[in-house]
């Protein structure tokens, strides 16, 4: 899918060529400012070719975790980023790569999947008059969307720790209801960790940005206020992180617990049957002089004193509070 966005007095105009571009004579006639390639395919990137001279790599938007190979500057002006963008969904959470190039003043980005950032930017700017100026506006507000959408994401993982807290701090958790919250808990771990690797990588774009001296002086201090907001969202995953390493040891501690519990009835059991045992081994014995065989009275005897040696240990253990 290509989508084409132009300029129209100040504002980001979204209806021409919000749709997928039908031939490479409708891209001709646009002069956009961003051109916005979801999962391009070979045709596509032969009309960008042809009408921008512009050559997309068919491994741009692999993993390369080196800054020399993601941000970059060509000898003809070409500003290469490639950057992480966070997918928070009902399936599943992950980082999705973005390749952005700065050709002639036209943004182009590349990804394989479309983006709720990218959504969050063209509901934007149709709604605010002269949000966008040129195509380093966009990747700048790209940007300052993404630090956004990460805090949304992060106030959901508040309240969903909020909603784990409450379970797992009430009196009594079972192994069942044990093992669901530490399931729910290391989900919201592994989102909380992307959204730290996801801010972590925008502070490096826009610090490259900031570096690369392609912006004017409005952007230049957007680009500080979008590394502000970026650190004031690393205290609060530093924050969710120590949450959730104690909501994950006090879940385990319960988990114990309830083992403890087993393991103690077990004890208590082995060491009340421990006298029982010893009678009977004692009157199991072979030696033909042992006063209670010739009795009457041997066996019931033998009988009521291992009862009793049984009795009189769980009566103390009892008493000890030991049984609960």
């Known amino acids: 899918m290509l989508n084409v966005f132009t300029l129209d007095n100040g504002r980001l105009k979204g209806g021409l060529f919000q749709d997928e571009t039908e031939s490479a004579a409708d891209l001709a006639m646009a002069r956009p400012v961003w051109v916005d390639l979801e999962n391009p395919s070979s045709e596509e990137k032969a009309w960008i070719r042809e009408r921008f001279g512009l050559i997309i790599p068919e491994d741009i938007v692999d993993d390369d975790l080196e800054e020399s ?32 190039i700065l050709h002639q003043n036209v943004l182009f980005s590349v990804h394989n999947e479309d983006l709720p950032v990218f959504r969050l930017l063209r509901l934007r700017a149709r709604r605010i008059p002269a949000l966008i100026e040129d195509a380093k506006d966009v990747l700048l507000k790209l940007y300052d969307a993404d630090a956004e959408y990460s805090a949304d994401v992060l106030e959901n993982i508040y309240d969903k720790l909020e909603r784990i807290s409450a379970r797992v701090l009430k009196s009594d958790v ?42 004017n002086a409005e952007q230049f201090e957007e680009s500080r206020q979008i590394l502000r907001d970026i650190d004031s969202l690393d205290s609060h995953t530093a924050f969710l992180f120590d949450k959730i390493n ?7 501690g319960f988990i114990n617990i309830n083992q403890n519990k087993i393991i103690k009835i077990f004890s208590v059991a082995s060491v009340a049957l421990l006298p029982p045992t010893l009678i009977a081994s004692i009157y199991g014995m072979n030696f033909k002089h042992m006063p209670e065989l010739d009795a009457e009275w041997g066996y019931p005897f033998a009988i009521a004193l291992m009862v009793a040696s049984v009795a009189a240990p769980f009566i103390y253990f009892r008493r000890k509070g030991w049984l609960r």
Not at 76 to 91: A, K, M
Not at 246 to 252: E, G, K, N, R, W
């Open 69 to 100: 190979a993601r941000f970059y500057e060509e000898d003809n002006g070409e500003l290469h980023i490639r950057s992480d963008f966070l997918i928070e969904d009902d399936e599943s959470a992950r980082n999705v790569r973005v390749a952005f």
């Open 174 to 215: 079972n192994d069942a209801e044990a093992g669901e919250v530490l399931a729910a808990i290391a989900r919201e771990e592994d989102l909380n960790g992307r959204i730290r690797r996801n801010v972590m990588d925008t502070r490096r774009a826009v610090s490259f940005m900031m570096r690369s001296r392609m912006l």
């Open 246 to 252: 104690f909501l994950m040891d006090a879940t385990v």
